[in-house]
C-alpha cells in the first residue's frame, strides 16, 4: 500500500505528472464517450478496432518519407499525420468493401484491419533495417505508454478531444439521423456517405492522439465500453452521451490515478478495467436496460397477471355456483376450495399457493373455512374488471375478427391485463353494451363445471 | 528484384512456405463459416482476448512451455465467446459492442497479469502480436527420421482436425450457418455449432500465432473466405478455392517478403505481413474479377442489359 501522504498527493493532483495523465485521459475519455456512442448506435462498434490498426503501415511511411525529406521521422506530428491518413484510408476501405463487393460489415472491418496491419508490419521489417537507432521506439509507439505523457501530448489530446465534441455538437442533429434511420436520412436528402465519412474521420481523430497516450487496445475499448455503458441508462440520445463522456471521463481519470497509486500496473489497462467495471454495473442496474431493474418489472408484471388469473378463476367459479344454485345472475361472495381453483387453469399447487397468499396480503381474498377463499369487496372489484376486460375482448373477436368462441379464449388471457381504459371505452362504444356499463358480459363459452378428470375449459396456457 | 529469389534455401525457404501454407488452410476452414455467419471479427477478439489466459498459464505452470498456455489460450478464447454471448444476450448490446467490451476487457487483464508477473517472466507481447514464421524451421522434431520443424506438425494435425470437423459436421454447419432457426426445428443444436465453431477457431488462431502472430491470424481466417466468397455461390466451392487462396497467399507473401524490399534494396521483411498483404491483393482481384460478383463483370452486365433494354424499345 502507498503511504498515506503519497497517496493523498496524487489523488489531490499535486503532483505536474499526475495531473497532466489524469486530466489528459479523462479529456479523451470523455470525447472518446461521445464519439464512441455515435458510433455503437451506427451499429459500427468495432470501427475504432479496424481504424486503430490501420494507422500502422500510416506511421510507418511517415517514418521514411520524412527520412527521405531530411526532417526527424520520429517527430509526433509527422507521425500522427501519417497514422491519420492511413487510418482514413482504412476507412475508405471499409465504406468501399460495403458498396462495391457483397462482403458484409464485419468482414470489411476484419479485412481492412489485418491486411493495412500487415502491411505496417512489413514496413517496419524493412525500416529496422535502415539505420536501426532512430526507428526503435516505432514498435513501441503501438502499445503507448501513458506514464510518460508529456505536456505536448497533453495539448494534443486536449484540442483533438475538443475538436471532436465541438464538432459533434454542430452535427448533432445529422449524426442523430444517421444513427437512427440512415435510409430515411437519404430518403430526405442528407449526404450520408459524406457524413459516414466524417464520423470516422472524427474516430481516426481520437485514435491517432490516443494511440500515443493509452496504446491501441485501450483506445478501442474507450471508444467502445462507456458507450455501451450508457445504452443501459436511457433511450434517449442526448442523455446516453452525457452519461457516456460522463463514464469515459470518470474510468479515465480512476484508471490512471489507481495506476500511479500501486506500482506495475499499467495505466493504460487499468482504465480499461475501470471503464469494464462501470459497464458491469451499468448494465446490472442501469434504468433503461439494466438486468436488474429489467428483472424487477417483469416480475412485478408477472404477479399482477398471476393475481389477476386468481381473481378471474375465482369469479368464474362463482359465476358457476350461481347458475348451478340458480341465485340468479349476480355472483355471490360464496367459499371456493382450493382443489376448485388449482383445476381451473394449469397451474402447480405450490404456486397457486403462493399467487393465493400474495393476493390475501393485498386484501383482494380472504381465508374461510377448512380450505377454501373467498373474494373480499376490493377483490370482487378488481375480479368484476378483469373478467369484463376479458370477456369484452372475448366478444370483439367473435364479432369482429370472426373468430370461433373457442379459440379467443387464449388469446383474450393474454390481452386482458394490458387494456387500456380507453381500450375498453372504445370496445364498449363498438359492442354497444353501454346499458350495461358496469356490467360483465355473459361468457361466450358454455358454462360447465370442470371436471376433476377433462381439462378446464379454461385456457391452459400462461400469459 | 528477383535476384532477391534466386537465394531461395529448399530447405529453409520452403519450410517456411509450408507452415505458411498449413496455417493458411487450417484457418480458411473456419473461417469460411466465420464470414458466412457474419463473425469475422470473432477471429480478431478471441486472438486477442488470449493474452490473460497465457498469462495466467503461465503463471500457474511456470513454464513456457506450449501445452499449458495452449490449453490456457484455447480456454480463454472460449470463454470470449461465451461472455460475448452472454452480453449480447442479457444486456441486448450490439454484437460488435459486446465483442469489444469483452476482448479488451479480457486484453487489459492479460497486461496487468503480465505487469505483475514481470520479474518472473518475460512473456514477450510482440511474439504474440508479430509470431516469428521464419524461425520455426530451426525448432524441429523428428518424425520417422526426418527433421520436421514442430510448427509444421501442429499446424498440419490443426488443419486435419479442422478437415475432420468440417466434413463430419458438414450438414449441421451448412444449415445453422444459413438459416440457425430451420436448423433448430430440424433437431440440430445451433447453439451448440455455435460454440463448437468458437472453439475450433480458437485452437486454429493459437496455433496460428506461433507462425504468424494475433492480428495476422485475421487476415488468414477472413481474407481468402472472403474472397472465395465473392467467386462463388457453393459452399463446398467456397470451402475448396479458400484453402487454394490461403495457400497462394502464402507462397505469395513469402515471396514477396524476399523480392519486394530487395527491389529497393533491402533485406528481407516480415513474411507474416506479406502474407496478410498477399491475401489482401487476392481479395481484391477476386472482388474486381469475380465472375458474378465481381464489380467488372456487374458493369458489364448492367451494360449489357441497358443495351438490350435500349434496342427493345
Known sequence: ?463 | MWHALAGWDAYLDGWIVVVGMLCAMACALPGCFLVLRRMSMMGDAISHAVLPGLAVAFIVSGKLTSAPMFIGAVVAGVLTALFTEWVRGYGKVDEGASMGVVFTGLFALGLVFIAQAADQVHLDANCVLYGAIEFTPLDTVSLAGQAVPRVALTLASILLLNLVFVVLFYKELKISSFDPALATTMGVNARAMHYLLMTLTAVTAVASFEAVGSILVVALLIAPPAAAYLLTDRLPVMLGLSLVIGASAAVLGHAGALALPAAFGYGSTSTAGMIAVAAGVLLILAALFGPRHGVISSIVHRRRTRSSVNAGS
Open chain 1, 1 to 463: 500500500m502507498p503511504a498515506f501522504d503519497t497517496a493523498l498527493r496524487v489523488l489531490t493532483l499535486q503532483d505536474y505528472n499526475t495531473r497532466l495523465v489524469v486530466l489528459a485521459a479523462a479529456l479523451l475519455g470523455l470525447a472518446a464517450g461521445v464519439i464512441g456512442t455515435f458510433m455503437l448506435l451506427r451499429k459500427r462498434a468495432l470501427l475504432g478496432d479496424a481504424l486503430s490498426h490501420a494507422t500502422l503501415p500510416g506511421v510507418g511511411l511517415a517514418f521514411v518519407l520524412a527520412n527521405l525529406v531530411g526532417v526527424a521521422g520520429k517527430s509526433l506530428p509527422v507521425l500522427l499525420t501519417g497514422a491519420a491518413v492511413t487510418g482514413v484510408l482504412g476507412a475508405g476501405a471499409i465504406l468501399m468493401i460495403r458498396r462495391y463487393t457483397r462482403l458484409k460489415e464485419d468482414a470489411a472491418l476484419g479485412i481492412t484491419l489485418s491486411v493495412f496491419f500487415g502491411a505496417g508490419v512489413a514496413l517496419l521489417g524493412v525500416i529496422q533495417q535502415m539505420g536501426a537507432s532512430s526507428a526503435a521506439g516505432l514498435e513501441t509507439y503501438i502499445y503507448g505508454s501513458t506514464a510518460s505523457m508529456t505536456a505536448i501530448d497533453a495539448w494534443f489530446i486536449a484540442g483533438a478531444a475538443g475538436l471532436v465534441v465541438i464538432a459533434c455538437a454542430i452535427l448533432f442533429k445529422e449524426f442523430r439521423l444517421l444513427c437512427f434511420d440512415a435510409g430515411f436520412a437519404q430518403g430526405q436528402g442528407w449526404p450520408v456517405g459524406v457524413l459516414d465519412v466524417v464520423l470516422a474521420g472524427l474516430v481516426v481523430t481520437i485514435v491517432v492522439v490516443g494511440l500515443q497516450a493509452v496504446g491501441v487496445i485501450l483506445i478501442i475499448a474507450m471508444l467502445i465500453v462507456p458507450a455501451a455503458a450508457a445504452r443501459f441508462w436511457s433511450d434517449r440520445l442526448a442523455p446516453i452521451i452525457c452519461v457516456a463522456a460522463l463514464i469515459g471521463a470518470f474510468s479515465a481519470a480512476v484508471g490512471a490515478m489507481v495506476s500511479a497509486l500501486f506500482p506495475r500496473l499499467p495505466s493504460g489497462a487499468m482504465i480499461v478495467l475501470a471503464a469494464l467495471i462501470m459497464f458491469s454495473l451499468s448494465m446490472l442496474c442501469g434504468a433503461a436496460r439494466g438486468v436488474a431493474p429489467h428483472w424487477l418489472r417483469h416480475r412485478r408484471l408477472n404477479r399482477r397477471m398471476d393475481t389477476q388469473h386468481l381473481l378471474r378463476a375465482m369469479y368464474e367459479a362463482q359465476e358457476l355456483y350461481a347458475t348451478r344454485d340458480s341465485f340468479g345472475a349476480t355472483p355471490l361472495a360464496c367459499n371456493i376450495e382450493f382443489d376448485d381453483l388449482l383445476r381451473r387453469r394449469s397451474w402447480a399447487p405450490s404456486s397457486l399457493r403462493r399467487i393465493v397468499r400474495r393476493a390475501e396480503r393485498s386484501g383482494l381474498v380472504r381465508p374461510a373455512e377448512s380450505d377454501c377463499w373467498v373474494l373480499t369487496a376490493l377483490g370482487r372489484i378488481h375480479a368484476v374488471r378483469v373478467v369484463r376486460n376479458h370477456r369484452l375482448w372475448e366478444v370483439y373477436l367473435i364479432t369482429y375478427a370472426d373468430l370461433a368462441p373457442s379459440h379467443v379464449d387464449r388469446d383474450a388471457d393474454r390481452i386482458e391485463h394490458v387494456l387500456s381504459p380507453e381500450m375498453i371505452a372504445e370496445l364498449e362504444s363498438l359492442l354497444e353494451r353501454d346499458d350495461q356499463h358496469l356490467a360483465v358480459p355473459a361468457s361466450p363459452h358454455e358454462i360447465q363445471a370442470p371436471s376433476t378428470d377433462t381439462v378446464a375449459p379454461m385456457s391452459r396456457t400462461r400469459a
